[in-house]
């Protein structure tokens, strides 16, 4: 996700992609959509070194750094844009727990506020005390310390939708903009750069309309918002029919594969860290890697993931 206004912001520099991308173009072969369907339910092969890119969240640098250079090399990539972020300028929890983190520098001032409004809607919201969420949560991760851990695992997985809005806002008030909407504009794509990409033979799937952890909901919840990302596809005019679905946070069920195959899903992804198995077995639960796992120098040697890929 780069951002480059916000340095802490975990994303990579345009340069970096291109590197990366030199890395790819070296032991890779790029890959459709279509190439990918048709290896799955028909007789077509894909090579065994076959990659198709993904882009995740609907970032503005998607449009006007990652677009230009993916068209100019004939590579298709697909994007998964939020659709509510996109047409009401809202910011994703996800993005706001980004910038928050990235706006505090000493993280303890940060926990302190978290531990005063676990204190303010305690008693109206049935809160467990602040010990329980610290022994429960405060776990160190790969890539975070425990106290990151803490905040981010609090406020995506452990609080309910409503105080845990209340709380994100508040804090995304105070420490990063009061002019949400301003700020949503600026990070994410419009309609018209989405329709532009879709025309310019980029692939546009779902990714849920409200950018829920989709297993969190009932299956008429879940319906619901399937439903509603379609039409923001139809929107975008982005294919409804044979699609490919990205699920938020990676985050899906057994109901939910359900509803994707009965609305005409082909596809879906997972953030499952992987090489992916093409099969109609799990062609819903699809591993990908991160671009963390590519390294970022062109001269890189194979690393172990490219390694298994090649020709022994």
Request: proline share 4%.
């Amino acid at each position: 996700m780069p951002y480059t206004k916000h340095p802490e912001i975990k994303g990579i520099l345009t340069s970096q992609f291109k590197n990366q991308l030199s890395y790819i173009e070296k032991h890779y072969k790029f890959v459709t959509v279509h190439d990918l369907l048709d290896s799955i339910y028909s007789t077509s092969i894909i090579p065994s070194n076959a990659i198709l890119l993904t882009f995740d969240d609907g970032y503005a640098d998607h449009f006007t750094a990652v677009f230009p250079i993916l068209e100019e090399k004939g590579i298709q990539g697909c994007f998964f844009p939020p659709a509510k972020a996109i047409l009401n300028h809202t910011v994703l929890d996800v993005n706001k727990i980004h910038f928050l983190l990235a706006s505090v520098p000493n993280i303890h001032i940060l926990l302190d506020d978290v531990f005063e409004c676990l204190d303010k809607y305690r008693l109206e919201y049935a809160l467990e005390n602040n010990d329980y969420y610290l022994s429960k949560l405060a776990v160190a991760s790969n890539h975070d310390p425990k106290e990151i851990t803490f905040i981010k695992r609090l406020i995506q997985v452990e609080l309910k939708q409503d105080v845990k809005k209340m709380i994100l806002d508040q804090l995304f008030n105070k420490y990063v903009t009061v002019d949400e909407e301003a700020f949503a504009r600026e990070l994410y794509m419009d309609i018209d750069q989405i329709k532009c990409m879709a025309r310019n033979g980029m692939y546009i799937g779902s990714h849920g309309y409200e950018h829920y952890w989709l297993n969190s909901l009932q299956p008429d919840e879940q319906e619901l918002e399937i439903d509603k990302s379609l039409e923001f596809l139809d929107l975008v005019n982005a294919p409804t029919e044979n699609w490919v679905m990205c699920y938020p946070y990676g985050a899906y069920d057994d109901s939910l594969i359900e509803i994707l195959i009965k609305k005409g899903c082909a596809i879906a992804l997972t953030t499952r860290v992987d090489i992916a198995l093409l099969s109609g077995d799990n062609a819903y639960t699809l591993e990908r890697l991160d671009t963390n796992d590519f390294p970022k120098d062109s001269n890189s040697r194979p690393n172990k993931w490219t390694r298994r890929i090649l020709p022994s």
